[in-house]
Each structure stands twice: as structure tokens, then as C-alpha cells.
T-cell receptor, first 114, second 116 residues
């Protein structure tokens, strides 16, 4: 079974530009999550989709971040306009039913804003 | 609010030594789940183990073992006879089963360096 895949693996953009990160979850996983780790700090929750619906977006830092999951399959996370403090590693994860199901993470997208 | 503490920021050991990574959690929920993840230098997060709050049995998997103690709210991870390939950042995580969200809360991570 294919794991969670994220694209791109690295992205370097200038402040003010736009970047879109993509995540393909494991097939059949209704739950999809975005997390990020900034400057080697904690892994912070951003938001959670159940199929195409946003279950919890309490971790989204501000309105420069927009996540979508049209059709309940892959998800995109757009940052517009990017700021320096957005630099970090963005992880996507998926799981089957919630509760004790572990999250299966992708390899992450390392975003550098210069 | 749920919280996970990993007091050890960095640990260095010499190969073949045993090492224990500490994890202390806080939750008001009676049903919750604990996890350990490994992040090797390549960057991905690898799931290692899951424990639910009703199962306090310790678990051993090869050189890895986990000690879950509800009385002290701890879920410590021990690597026996460490190897260089164990070098990574290890994250402890907590998930509560409540109506307010299904997200995980991660600890800050412990960077383990195993020296040859």
C-alpha cells in the first residue's frame, strides 16, 4: 500500500510569494491532517479534514493559510503571501477512523521563505 | 488542556548503551491514546507504538520497550543496546478521545545521538 505522499519535498520562495503544498493520503483514509514544525520546535497541529469537510482548523495561524480537500481525496495547503516565519517543515498525515488509529505521516515539505 | 513534556532535549550515548527517553503527559480525559514516533535524519515521521489508557501493560519489540505508568502520567521509551541507526528525534504524542477534536499533541522531541 502506498503511504502518504507530499509534494514538493522542498520549496524555496521569496517573502510575499505564494506556495501550494500537496498531500495525497493513504487510499481509504477519511481523516487527513496538516502539521508543521517551525525552527526545530514542536510539531504543531494546523487542521483536520474528515473527507472533504474541515473538522478542526483551530491550529491555522492566520488567514494567509488556506487548506482544501475537494472531493475528499488529496489536499492542498496554500500560503499566500508567504512570510519569513512560515519557514519550516509541513507534514501531512492520514488515518482511518479516529480514536486509537495512528497517524501515518508523509515525508514532509520543507518550506524556506527568504 | 492536553500537554506532552519531553524533558530531555538531547541525549548522546555510545553504541551498545541502553537509553531511556522520558515522556510525561497531562490530560483530563479518562480515555486517551499515547504514541511514539521516530524522525530519522531523512525527515519522515515513523510510527513506533500506540497505547490506550486502559492498557498499562509494558511492551517490548526487539530492542525497544515502553513503560506506561498512569500513576505518574508517564510513557517512557527504552532502547536497549543502542545502535547508530537509532540516531533520530523521537516524539511522544497524546490523543484524547473527546468531542473537541481528534488531533494529536506532540511533545517537543528528544534528539538521540548514538555514537560509534
Amino acid at each position: 500500500e502506498a503511504g502518504v505522499t507530499q509534494f514538493p519535498s522542498h520549496s524555496v520562495i521569496e517573502k510575499g510569494q505564494t506556495v501550494t503544498l500537496r498531500c495525497d493520503p493513504i487510499s481509504g483514509h477519511d481523516n487527513l491532517y496538516w502539521y508543521r514544525r517551525v525552527m526545530g520546535k514542536e510539531i504543531k497541529f494546523l487542521l483536520h479534514f474528515v473527507k472533504e469537510s474541515k473538522q478542526d482548523e483551530s491550529g491555522m495561524p492566520n488567514n494567509r493559510f488556506l487548506a482544501e480537500r475537494t472531493g475528499g481525496t488529496y489536499s492542498t495547503l496554500k500560503v499566500q503571501p508567504a512570510e519569513l516565519e512560515d519557514s519550516g517543515v509541513y507534514f501531512c498525515a492520514s488515518s482511518q477512523e479516529s480514536g486509537n488509529s495512528p497517524l501515518h505521516f508523509g515525508n514532509g515539505t520543507r518550506l524556506t521563505v527568504t | 488542556a492536553q500537554k506532552v513534556t519531553q524533558a530531555q532535549t538531547e541525549i548522546s550515548v555510545v553504541e551498545k548503551e541502553d537509553v531511556t527517553l522520558d515522556c510525561v503527559y497531562e490530560t483530563r480525559d479518562t480515555t486517551y491514546y499515547l504514541f511514539w514516533y521516530k524522525q530519522p535524519p531523512s525527515g519522515e515521521l515513523v510510527f513506533l507504538i500506540r497505547r490506550n489508557s486502559f492498557d498499562e501493560q509494558n511492551e517490548i519489540s526487539g530492542r525497544y520497550s515502553w513503560n506506561f505508568q498512569k500513576s505518574t502520567s508517564s510513557f517512557n521509551f527504552t532502547i536497549t543496546a543502542s545502535q547508530v541507526v537509532d540516531s533520530a528525534v523521537y516524539f511522544c504524542a497524546l490523543r484524547e478521545r473527546d468531542n473537541y477534536g481528534q488531533n494529536f499533541v506532540f511533545g517537543p522531541g528528544t534528539r538521540l545521538s548514538v555514537l560509534p
